[in-house]
């Protein structure tokens, strides 16, 4: 949206699939379940693709790989390019069939807000203790004439302390004094809804929680993630998520094909499956709301998800949790932060979980 309000917190696309044994412990104490089945090959083809990437990806319009399976259910290796005009991509590595993919650029979601799913209103402010899956971000996130935000995705728990968990473009990206004077900082609050849905008029919007040191996952680590300490009474305890309820407080592996679904602040409830799984994306980000490039980062390992027709997520759904899709209780399976008009990323929710020593809140 190119008045006023500009929605500049976006959402996200790969994933990887540590490919594990039925159950494993991952950081926090946190249970996390693998994957009931791993077609033969796959293995084998995740090592072809890393050894390709880097090659692959020295050519301008490839954007990212990661492994898929054909029709057949046999390991494909994917090519992820800006357009159709890419030429020279193999049509075979190692005895891996090569699949090219036109998605585009991989992005943090940016682009004009539109309508919940549902019929019930992610943008709206809520009345307190709030569910999640709801707008939200930086109270201060506006600069060079616009506003940001993105998505309030879920509830953490370290120790005995709940935190909001959303992306780092969401929540600590302004690492500039630029066009606001202002630096996201701990300390400062986390609102609900975010600026992008109050007419950037933070007045209109409430606390719900505040910034922390070590909050932001970026630029070192493979994870676009941030959490924020919750103010006492101001979201609920459970980690209610709008429209999908109590979750699990354990986590499952994704798995090529895997039903998932996710509550966002744009988009909604929506539905999806994982298509692609161990990729390789880059992604710039920027120093602050509509501000210059800041960085380029490198994501490996990562979850892919259809998104055609942007269906799945949109710009502002930036930190919005991915969960199997069943009807009670759902297991996360990644924390969605970028993509493209046909494919979503999201970092495994094992390595978001593990870079804080956090735990889901859940049932």
């Known amino acids: 949206m190119m008045n ?40 084998i083809a995740m090592e072809v693709q890393e050894a390709h990437t880097p090659a692959l990806m020295e050519d301008p319009g490839v954007v990212g790989t990661a492994v898929g399976l054909n029709a057949e259910g046999e ?46 209103s992610h943008k709206a402010i809520q009345t307190t203790p709030i569910q999640l899956g709801t707008s939200g971000g930086w109270r201060y996130d506006l600069a060079n004439g616009y506003c940001c935000g993105g998505t309030l995705g879920s509830l953490v728990r370290i120790g005995t302390t709940q935190y909001i968990l959303s992306n780092y473009h969401v929540l600590y990206a302004d690492i ?49 993630a941030a959490i924020a300490q919750v103010i006492t009474g101001k979201v609920r305890t459970d980690g209610a998520i709008l429209e999908i309820g109590t979750i ?39 120093n602050e709301c509509a501000g210059g490039a800041a960085f380029t980062k490198t994501f490996t390992g990562q979850i892919l998800v259809n998104n055609r027709g942007s269906k799945f997520i949109a710009g502002g ?9 069943v009807n009670t209780n759902p297991k996360a399976v990644g924390l969605l932060y970028a993509g493209s008009s046909t494919i979503a990323v999201a970092n495994p929710i094992g390595q978001v979980l593990s870079f804080f020593g956090a735990s889901m809140v859940g049932q």
């Open 317 to 325: 759904d930036s930190g919005s949790l991915m969960v199997e899709d």
């Open 75 to 120: 390991p494909v290796i994917q090519v992820l390019v800006e357009s159709a005009d890419v030429r020279g991509i193999p049509r075979n590595l190692e005895g891996f069939d090569v699949v090219v993919k036109v998605t585009g650029r991989i992005v943090p979601f940016k682009g004009s807000p539109g309508g919940g799913g549902g019929g019930v």
């Open 176 to 224: 500039v004094n630029g066009g606001n004077n202002t630096i996201a900082q701990a300390g400062d609050p986390v609102i609900q809804p975010g600026l992008i849905d109050v007419g950037c008029d933070q007045n209109d919007a409430q606390n719900v929680a505040t910034l922390v040191t070590g909050g932001g996952s970026l630029p070192g680590s493979n994870v676009d």
């Open 248 to 286: 699990s407080s354990t986590t499952i592996v994704a798995s090529i094909n895997q039903a998932v679904k996710k509550s966002g602040r744009t988009t909604g409830l929506t539905r999806s499956y994982v298509n692609g799984f161990n990729a390789t994306v880059s992604v710039a980000y920027d």
């Open 4 to 43: 006023k309000v500009m929605n500049m917190k976006k959402l996200t696309i790969t994933a990887v699939i540590a490919l594990i044994a039925a159950l494993i412990f991952l950081g926090g104490g946190q249970l996390l379940a693998g994957p009931p089945d791993v077609p033969p090959g796959l293995e």
